[in-house]
């Protein structure tokens, strides 16, 4: 099982939770998983090509990746982080 930290932006997608649970060997197979469960969340993390989106983070422990094909192992954290921008 995958721990998964929700940014604030997203919790609209979770019913408010801030964690939850997911399972997956890679990035992309996590936010599948979520996206099921939470329809239109993997959408506002990557695009159409499964690249990550330009204001999203996406960070297995303490590492950073942008490539959804990172493998995760049973136990990891993956926390997803959305860059603030304005003007």
């Known amino acids: 099982m995958i721990q998964v930290s929700i940014p604030s932006q997203l919790t609209a997608y979770t019913d408010g939770a801030t964690q939850v649970p997911a399972e997956g060997r890679t990035v992309g197979e996590v936010l599948d998983d979520l996206d099921r469960r939470f329809p239109g969340l993997k959408f506002r993390t990557v695009d159409e090509q499964d690249r990550v989106r330009r204001h999203v983070r996406f960070f297995v422990g303490a590492d950073e990746t942008r490539?959804?094909?990172?493998?995760?192992?049973?136990?990891?954290?993956?926390?997803i982080f959305g860059a603030l921008s304005g003007g």
């Not at 490539?67 to 926390?79: F, K, Q, S, Y």
């Open 67 to 79: 490539d959804v094909a990172r493998p995760l192992r049973d136990g990891d954290r993956l926390l």
